[in-house]
């Protein structure tokens, strides 16, 4: 027998909830003259950020490592889809070189990605020039990423996938809006591409893409899905994690208010500081180490190959 349904009275209505908001209205931040690294980490035992590496091989071999742990992790998440969807790292000894994932129908899947399986193109004219010379790269990723790195060169990691509620979201050409303490991540630090020049396939569509995207840490792309960037591909992960899962929040908030439930946005002074402490570069890539453990703990280290 199913359930019985109980409905409310229609003229019952829920306790309004005390404020306790400061009797001036105010919030006290605090940590400012930190680093927001040291903000975050209670005490003098600070959490390690960005390493740093004695040779361009080392810094390659540890950026294509942490390359094929994102997509490990991307699967897990449920970020496949056919080809569509890529990782690019910017090579730390060639600036107009960048590492790329090759291209699924004729490559691999994300789940099984490996360091070894990444093509090294340069971004200028599209030439194989290392790595995995057996698959070609997916030619829509190669004109997307290398126009956002060559108009970018303090990017040097970007992340682009069709996950299911960035693309969802993407349909309204709107911003995410400051529902959130992790949507604070891109407050006044994402743009939209609002427009759909359909599949691209020419670089003057890439070329619109990366002046959509701007100085931003992210773009919306209407119709399309989800772009972050970051000075390493952990940041850029973590933001695209953040980003998506901000979508996930607004689609719900919306279905929410269109049934009458108001939103409570964050003030723009809270947001900046959450956006100061939180958006940090060296505090997204520490947020990613957490996935990037769990691949390796479970994998045994398997993506390093």
């Known amino acids: ?16 909830a005390k404020s306790t908001l400061p009797e001036d209205g105010s919030h006290v931040h605090g940590t400012e003259d930190n680093s927001p690294l040291a903000a975050i980490s209670h ?13 361009f091989e080392a810094q390659r071999q540890w950026q294509l490592e942490h390359m094929a742990a ?4 991307w699967s897990r998440e449920g970020y496949v889809v056919g080809m569509t969807g890529h990782i690019s790292v910017r090579d730390p000894e060639h600036e107009n070189v960048m590492w790329i994932n090759p291209s699924k129908q004729l490559g691999v899947h994300f789940g099984l990605l490996n360091a070894s399986d990444m093509i090294a ?3 200028n004219d599209g030439t194989i020039v290392g790595g995995n010379r057996s698959r070609p790269p997916n030619a829509a990723g190669f004109l997307i990423h290398s ?5 970018r060169p303090d990017v040097h990691a970007i992340c682009h996938a069709h996950s299911i509620h960035g693309k969802a979201w993407s349909s309204f050409g709107k911003p995410i809006e400051m529902l959130t303490q992790d949507a604070c991540k891109f407050y006044k630090a994402h743009s939209v591409y609002d427009s759909y020049g359909g599949v691209v396939f020419v670089a003057e569509e890439g070329k619109c893409i990366a002046r959509a995207l701007g100085q931003n840490k992210a773009c919306i ?9 970051g000075q390493t591909v952990d940041e850029a992960a973590f933001l695209f994690l953040t ?3 901000s979508c996930q929040g607004q689609l719900l908030a919306e279905a929410a208010a269109a049934n009458g439930i108001s939103k409570a946005l964050i003030p723009d002074e809270e947001a900046a500081y959450t956006y100061m402490m939180e958006s940090d570069p060296e505090v997204c890539y520490c947020e990613f180490q957490v996935y990037y453990d769990f691949e390796d703990r479970v994998l045994k280290g398997e993506f390093k190959q």
């Open 1 to 16: 027998m199913a359930p019985t349904a109980v409905s409310l009275d229609k003229t019952t209505s829920l306790p309004a």
């Open 43 to 55: 005490g003098d035992n600070v959490l390690p950020g960005i390493p740093r590496f004695d040779s």
């Open 70 to 73: 994102a997509f490990r992790h």
């Open 121 to 123: 193109v340069n971004m």
């Open 147 to 151: 126009e956002c790195h060559r108009a």
């Open 221 to 229: 792309l209407r119709n399309h899905g989800l772009l972050t960037v």
């Open 243 to 245: 980003l998506e899962h």
